[in-house]
Protein backbone atom coordinates (compact mmCIF):
# COMPACT_ATOMS: atom_id res chain seq x y z
CA UNK A 1 0.00 0.00 0.00
CA UNK A 2 1.55 3.53 -0.55
CA UNK A 3 -1.16 6.30 0.38
CA UNK A 4 -2.86 3.78 3.15
CA UNK A 5 -1.11 1.73 5.53
CA UNK A 6 -3.35 -1.92 7.37
CA UNK A 7 -2.12 -2.73 10.83
CA UNK A 8 -3.40 -5.48 12.72
CA UNK A 9 -4.21 -5.24 16.72
CA UNK A 10 -6.16 -8.58 17.84
CA UNK A 11 -9.02 -8.69 15.58
CA UNK A 12 -8.94 -5.08 14.86
CA UNK A 13 -7.96 -4.08 11.53
CA UNK A 14 -6.60 -0.12 11.58
CA UNK A 15 -6.74 1.69 8.63
CA UNK A 16 -4.62 5.23 8.49
CA UNK A 17 -5.27 7.22 5.65
CA UNK A 18 -1.40 8.31 5.25
CA UNK A 19 -0.59 11.41 2.95
CA UNK A 20 -0.13 13.88 5.88
CA UNK A 21 1.07 16.61 3.88
CA UNK A 22 -2.21 16.86 2.28
CA UNK A 23 -4.33 16.41 4.93
CA UNK A 24 -4.93 12.65 3.49
CA UNK A 25 -6.61 14.12 0.54
CA UNK A 26 -8.24 11.13 -1.59
CA UNK A 27 -6.73 10.07 -4.80
CA UNK A 28 -7.54 7.27 -6.98
CA UNK A 29 -4.78 5.04 -5.86
CA UNK A 30 -6.03 5.74 -2.05
CA UNK A 31 -9.71 5.09 -3.08
CA UNK A 32 -8.13 1.63 -4.79
CA UNK A 33 -6.11 0.96 -1.58
CA UNK A 34 -9.41 1.34 0.77
CA UNK A 35 -11.40 -0.70 -1.07
CA UNK A 36 -8.79 -3.09 -1.25
CA UNK A 37 -8.16 -3.17 2.88
CA UNK A 38 -11.70 -2.96 3.40
CA UNK A 39 -12.78 -5.96 1.33
CA UNK A 40 -9.82 -7.70 2.93
CA UNK A 41 -11.37 -6.92 6.45
CA UNK A 42 -14.84 -8.33 5.40
CA UNK A 43 -13.16 -11.84 3.64
CA UNK A 44 -11.08 -12.31 7.02
CA UNK A 45 -12.88 -14.29 9.64
CA UNK A 46 -9.72 -13.03 12.32
CA UNK A 47 -11.07 -9.54 11.54
CA UNK A 48 -14.04 -8.50 13.83
CA UNK A 49 -13.83 -4.74 13.69
CA UNK A 50 -11.83 -2.07 11.62
CA UNK A 51 -10.91 1.58 12.82
CA UNK A 52 -10.21 4.46 10.13
CA UNK A 53 -7.82 7.50 11.16
CA UNK A 54 -5.83 9.78 9.66
CA UNK A 55 -2.29 10.61 10.18
CA UNK A 56 -0.67 13.98 10.88
CA UNK A 57 -2.81 16.70 11.79
CA UNK A 58 -6.00 15.83 9.36
CA UNK A 59 -8.45 13.19 8.81
CA UNK A 60 -9.04 13.64 5.19
CA UNK A 61 -9.63 16.62 3.10
CA UNK A 62 -11.84 15.19 0.61
CA UNK A 63 -11.01 15.06 -3.17
CA UNK A 64 -7.36 15.96 -3.86
CA UNK A 65 -8.00 18.77 -5.86
CA UNK A 66 -4.89 18.71 -7.47
CA UNK A 67 -5.66 15.25 -8.91
CA UNK A 68 -7.48 17.35 -12.25
CA UNK A 69 -4.91 20.17 -11.98
CA UNK A 70 -4.77 19.30 -16.04
CA UNK A 71 -7.55 19.44 -17.15
CA UNK A 72 -8.77 22.04 -15.52
CA UNK A 73 -5.86 24.46 -16.57
CA UNK A 74 -5.88 23.42 -20.36
CA UNK A 75 -9.50 24.73 -20.19
CA UNK A 76 -10.72 21.21 -19.72
CA UNK A 77 -13.33 19.60 -17.53
CA UNK A 78 -12.19 16.20 -15.36
CA UNK A 79 -15.14 13.67 -16.01
CA UNK A 80 -16.63 14.20 -12.79
CA UNK A 81 -19.11 11.48 -13.60
CA UNK A 82 -16.87 8.75 -14.40
CA UNK A 83 -14.47 9.63 -11.53
CA UNK A 84 -17.01 9.22 -8.84
CA UNK A 85 -17.99 5.63 -10.61
CA UNK A 86 -14.45 4.42 -10.53
CA UNK A 87 -13.68 5.89 -6.47
CA UNK A 88 -16.68 6.57 -4.24
CA UNK A 89 -19.05 4.79 -5.85
CA UNK A 90 -17.23 1.13 -5.13
CA UNK A 91 -15.22 2.99 -1.76
CA UNK A 92 -18.43 4.20 0.06
CA UNK A 93 -20.67 0.86 -0.13
CA UNK A 94 -17.76 -1.84 0.91
CA UNK A 95 -17.14 0.53 4.00
CA UNK A 96 -21.09 0.81 4.24
CA UNK A 97 -22.23 -2.77 3.94
CA UNK A 98 -19.17 -4.35 6.15
CA UNK A 99 -20.49 -6.76 7.97
CA UNK A 100 -18.53 -6.11 11.07
CA UNK A 101 -18.28 -2.67 13.28
CA UNK A 102 -16.25 0.32 11.54
CA UNK A 103 -15.35 3.18 14.53
CA UNK A 104 -13.64 6.18 13.31
CA UNK A 105 -11.36 8.07 14.98
CA UNK A 106 -11.55 11.29 13.47
CA UNK A 107 -8.20 12.78 14.31
CA UNK A 108 -8.30 15.97 12.58
CA UNK A 109 -10.29 18.15 9.95
CA UNK A 110 -13.19 15.82 7.96
CA UNK A 111 -14.03 17.97 4.48
CA UNK A 112 -16.28 17.07 1.38
CA UNK A 113 -15.71 13.63 1.04
CA UNK A 114 -13.58 12.88 3.93
CA UNK A 115 -16.44 13.86 6.01
CA UNK A 116 -18.73 11.10 3.88
CA UNK A 117 -15.83 8.83 4.98
CA UNK A 118 -16.52 9.11 8.56
CA UNK A 119 -20.28 8.84 8.22
CA UNK A 120 -19.58 5.93 6.07
CA UNK A 121 -18.43 4.69 9.63
CA UNK A 122 -20.54 2.62 12.18
CA UNK A 123 -19.21 4.83 15.46
CA UNK A 124 -17.32 8.33 15.51
CA UNK A 125 -15.02 9.41 18.39
CA UNK A 126 -13.27 12.51 17.44
CA UNK A 127 -10.53 14.53 18.90
CA UNK A 128 -11.10 17.71 20.04
CA UNK A 129 -8.66 18.92 16.98
CA UNK A 130 -11.13 17.58 14.59
CA UNK A 131 -13.20 19.89 12.06
CA UNK A 132 -16.08 19.17 9.97
CA UNK A 133 -17.29 21.00 6.80
CA UNK A 134 -19.46 19.46 3.43
CA UNK A 135 -16.86 21.67 1.82
CA UNK A 136 -18.92 20.59 -1.73
CA UNK A 137 -20.35 23.93 -2.25
CA UNK A 138 -17.20 26.21 -1.65
CA UNK A 139 -16.06 25.05 -4.93
CA UNK A 140 -19.93 24.76 -6.36
CA UNK A 141 -20.35 21.29 -6.44
CA UNK A 142 -23.18 19.22 -4.47
CA UNK A 143 -22.34 16.39 -2.07
CA UNK A 144 -21.16 13.41 -3.26
CA UNK A 145 -19.81 10.16 -2.38
CA UNK A 146 -22.92 9.25 -0.74
CA UNK A 147 -23.02 12.60 1.50
CA UNK A 148 -26.75 13.29 0.60
CA UNK A 149 -27.95 9.56 1.94
CA UNK A 150 -25.75 9.04 4.89
CA UNK A 151 -25.20 12.49 6.43
CA UNK A 152 -29.24 13.36 7.20
CA UNK A 153 -28.87 9.64 8.49
CA UNK A 154 -26.82 10.86 11.00
CA UNK A 155 -27.79 13.95 11.95
CA UNK A 156 -31.34 14.76 10.59
CA UNK A 157 -32.22 16.38 7.26
CA UNK A 158 -32.55 19.94 8.53
CA UNK A 159 -28.81 19.88 9.98
CA UNK A 160 -27.87 18.11 6.96
CA UNK A 161 -28.77 20.26 4.68
CA UNK A 162 -28.13 22.83 6.61
CA UNK A 163 -24.43 22.00 6.43
CA UNK A 164 -24.46 21.32 2.77
CA UNK A 165 -25.81 24.58 1.37
CA UNK A 166 -23.45 26.55 4.12
CA UNK A 167 -19.92 24.29 4.13
CA UNK A 168 -19.43 26.03 7.29
CA UNK A 169 -16.77 24.47 9.26
CA UNK A 170 -17.87 22.90 12.65
CA UNK A 171 -15.37 22.19 16.00
CA UNK A 172 -15.65 18.90 17.37
CA UNK A 173 -17.75 20.18 20.13
CA UNK A 174 -20.68 21.37 17.43
CA UNK A 175 -20.34 18.09 15.90
CA UNK A 176 -21.43 16.53 19.52
CA UNK A 177 -23.84 18.51 19.92
CA UNK A 178 -25.38 17.40 16.32
CA UNK A 179 -24.77 13.77 17.35
CA UNK A 180 -22.24 13.62 14.37
CA UNK A 181 -19.84 12.25 16.47
CA UNK A 182 -20.63 10.11 19.79
CA UNK A 183 -17.55 11.49 22.00
CA UNK A 184 -15.02 13.82 21.76
CA UNK A 185 -11.66 13.17 23.48
CA UNK A 186 -8.89 15.11 24.11
CA UNK A 187 -5.98 14.95 20.85
CA UNK A 188 -3.68 12.97 22.99
CA UNK A 189 -6.27 10.43 24.22
CA UNK A 190 -7.54 9.36 20.84
CA UNK A 191 -5.76 6.36 20.11
CA UNK A 192 -6.62 4.64 23.13
CA UNK A 193 -9.89 5.50 23.67
CA UNK A 194 -11.00 4.71 19.57
CA UNK A 195 -8.81 1.43 19.97
CA UNK A 196 -10.60 0.31 23.13
CA UNK A 197 -14.10 0.68 21.65
CA UNK A 198 -13.22 -0.90 18.50
CA UNK A 199 -11.88 -4.36 20.52
CA UNK A 200 -14.59 -4.15 22.75
CA UNK A 201 -16.96 -4.33 19.72
CA UNK A 202 -14.50 -6.77 18.31
CA UNK A 203 -15.15 -9.35 21.69
CA UNK A 204 -19.25 -9.00 20.37
CA UNK A 205 -21.27 -11.20 18.63
CA UNK A 206 -19.89 -9.94 15.33
CA UNK A 207 -22.55 -12.13 12.67
CA UNK A 208 -25.06 -9.93 14.83
CA UNK A 209 -23.86 -7.09 14.60
CA UNK A 210 -23.63 -7.39 10.82
CA UNK A 211 -27.04 -8.59 10.58
CA UNK A 212 -28.01 -5.52 13.26
CA UNK A 213 -26.10 -3.30 10.81
CA UNK A 214 -28.02 -4.85 7.69
CA UNK A 215 -31.45 -4.13 9.40
CA UNK A 216 -30.76 -0.86 10.48
CA UNK A 217 -29.69 0.19 6.65
CA UNK A 218 -32.35 -1.67 5.10
CA UNK A 219 -35.15 -0.43 7.00
CA UNK A 220 -38.11 1.66 5.42
CA UNK A 221 -41.08 1.12 6.64
CA UNK A 222 -42.58 -1.36 10.22
CA UNK A 223 -44.07 -4.04 8.05
CA UNK A 224 -40.95 -4.85 6.24
CA UNK A 225 -38.64 -4.06 8.96
CA UNK A 226 -40.79 -6.41 11.32
CA UNK A 227 -40.23 -9.25 8.22
CA UNK A 228 -36.93 -8.74 7.83
CA UNK A 229 -35.73 -8.63 11.66
CA UNK A 230 -37.43 -11.54 12.20
CA UNK A 231 -35.59 -13.57 9.21
CA UNK A 232 -32.80 -12.22 10.60
CA UNK A 233 -33.41 -12.94 14.62
CA UNK A 234 -34.27 -16.67 13.57
CA UNK A 235 -30.41 -16.88 11.78
CA UNK A 236 -28.95 -15.34 14.73
CA UNK A 237 -30.69 -18.06 16.85
CA UNK A 238 -28.74 -20.64 15.55
CA UNK A 239 -25.20 -19.18 15.92
CA UNK A 240 -22.53 -20.09 18.82
CA UNK A 241 -22.55 -17.11 19.79
CA UNK A 242 -26.59 -16.99 20.46
CA UNK A 243 -25.72 -20.23 22.54
CA UNK A 244 -22.77 -19.09 24.27
CA UNK A 245 -24.51 -15.20 25.46
CA UNK A 246 -27.56 -17.40 26.39
CA UNK A 247 -25.43 -20.04 28.39
CA UNK A 248 -23.18 -17.35 30.06
CA UNK A 249 -26.34 -15.52 31.52
CA UNK A 250 -27.73 -18.74 32.94
CA UNK A 251 -24.25 -19.79 34.49
CA UNK A 252 -23.25 -16.42 35.91
CA UNK A 253 -20.28 -16.26 33.76
CA UNK A 254 -18.83 -13.46 31.18
CA UNK A 255 -19.27 -14.68 27.14
CA UNK A 256 -16.41 -15.76 25.44
CA UNK A 257 -17.57 -14.97 21.75
CA UNK A 258 -16.33 -16.26 18.75
CA UNK A 259 -17.72 -14.20 16.26
CA UNK A 260 -20.14 -17.33 14.86
C1 LIG B 1 -5.32 19.74 -0.28
C2 LIG B 1 -6.71 19.57 -0.10
C3 LIG B 1 -7.44 18.94 -1.13
C4 LIG B 1 -5.44 18.75 -2.31
C5 LIG B 1 -5.97 20.56 1.62
N1 LIG B 1 -6.75 18.54 -2.22
N2 LIG B 1 -4.69 19.34 -1.37
C6 LIG B 1 -15.50 14.70 -6.18
C7 LIG B 1 -15.33 14.70 -7.58
C8 LIG B 1 -14.67 15.70 -8.30
C9 LIG B 1 -14.16 16.81 -7.93
C10 LIG B 1 -14.09 17.28 -6.65
O1 LIG B 1 -14.52 16.67 -5.52
C11 LIG B 1 -15.16 15.57 -5.23
C12 LIG B 1 -15.49 15.28 -3.84
C13 LIG B 1 -14.97 16.25 -2.83
O2 LIG B 1 -14.43 15.83 -1.84
S1 LIG B 1 -15.22 17.92 -3.07
C14 LIG B 1 -14.43 18.67 -1.67
C15 LIG B 1 -12.94 18.68 -1.82
N3 LIG B 1 -12.30 19.25 -0.65
C16 LIG B 1 -12.25 20.57 -0.42
O3 LIG B 1 -12.75 21.38 -1.18
C17 LIG B 1 -11.49 20.98 0.80
C18 LIG B 1 -10.27 21.82 0.42
N4 LIG B 1 -9.47 22.11 1.60
C19 LIG B 1 -9.80 23.04 2.50
O4 LIG B 1 -10.81 23.72 2.42
C20 LIG B 1 -8.85 23.23 3.65
O5 LIG B 1 -7.60 22.69 3.28
C21 LIG B 1 -9.34 22.55 4.96
C22 LIG B 1 -10.57 23.30 5.51
C23 LIG B 1 -9.70 21.09 4.72
C24 LIG B 1 -8.20 22.60 6.00
O6 LIG B 1 -7.71 23.91 6.09
P1 LIG B 1 -6.30 24.21 6.81
O7 LIG B 1 -6.26 23.47 8.10
O8 LIG B 1 -6.13 25.68 6.83
O9 LIG B 1 -5.18 23.50 5.89
P2 LIG B 1 -4.59 24.02 4.50
O10 LIG B 1 -5.67 24.58 3.65
O11 LIG B 1 -3.40 24.91 4.76
O12 LIG B 1 -4.09 22.64 3.81
C25 LIG B 1 -2.82 22.02 4.16
C26 LIG B 1 -2.26 21.41 2.89
O13 LIG B 1 -3.14 20.41 2.39
C27 LIG B 1 -2.11 22.46 1.79
O14 LIG B 1 -0.98 22.07 1.01
P3 LIG B 1 0.38 22.95 1.01
O15 LIG B 1 1.27 22.24 0.05
O16 LIG B 1 -0.03 24.32 0.59
O17 LIG B 1 0.82 22.91 2.44
C28 LIG B 1 -3.37 22.26 0.99
O18 LIG B 1 -3.25 22.71 -0.34
C29 LIG B 1 -3.53 20.75 1.06
N5 LIG B 1 -4.90 20.36 0.83
N6 LIG B 1 -7.07 20.09 1.09
N7 LIG B 1 -8.75 18.69 -1.02
Request: net charge negative; aromatic share 4%; proline share 4%.
Amino acid sequence: MEQITVERDGAVSRITLNRPDKLNALTQVMSDELVEAFGEARDDDAVRAVLLTGSGRGFCAGQDLTEFGDAYRTGGRPDIEEHLERTYHRLIPVMVELPKPVVCAVNGVAAGAGLSLTVACDIRVASDAARFTQAFVKIGLVPDSGGTWLLPRVVGYAKALELSLTGEVIDAAAALDIGLVSRVVPAEDLDRASGELAATLAALPTAAIGEAKALFRGSTDLDSALRAEAVAQARMGQTKDHLEGVMAFAEKRDPRFEGR
